[in-house]
């Protein structure tokens, strides 16, 4: 995999860093220290994650190159549980298959913007919780913040399709 350092040598103090991922049209970031590491599934056969397409009820388009991953190279995201991590085995820990290009990038606090209760209280996926505006210049450059606490424990049953 190559790694992908969307951060720039101007960081903003008070900030955080996001790993970005995408699914289709769709960007999504995740805190990277939620991220416990990235891996090649086929170097950890024992670990079954599902794909976030499935995560998320969204349906997705089947490639002969990677099935859930719309043609790229799937990667095996996992995350960080909480304090029994450094116990636990890596077949243990929660995880979900994505597609590259993954990239990190630093963004400052004030480009967070939480989802409105209403919205928050409506939305039938209590993973997503808000927005990243990824560039002070471009207001369309952005992201699907996600909480992997907050996934649910198996696919949905509804898929929606995504637009590309």
Known sequence: MTRTDEAQDTR?????????????????????????????????????????????????????????????????????NGPRDAAQDASQTGGMRIGEPISLRHVPFDAIHPLPALMEALSALPCVRGMVALSTTNADDLAILLDPRRFPNEARTAPRMIHQ
């Open 12 to 80: 903003v103090e008070g900030g955080i860093d996001l790993v970005l991922f995408n699914l289709g049209a769709l960007r999504f970031a995740v805190d990277s220290e939620q991220i416990r590491g990235i891996a090649d599934p086929a170097e950890t056969p024992d670990v079954q994650a599902p794909a976030l397409a499935d995560l998320l009820g969204l349906a997705h388009a089947r490639s002969a190159t990677s099935p859930d991953t719309h043609g790229s190279r799937e990667r095996l995201l996992r995350f960080r």
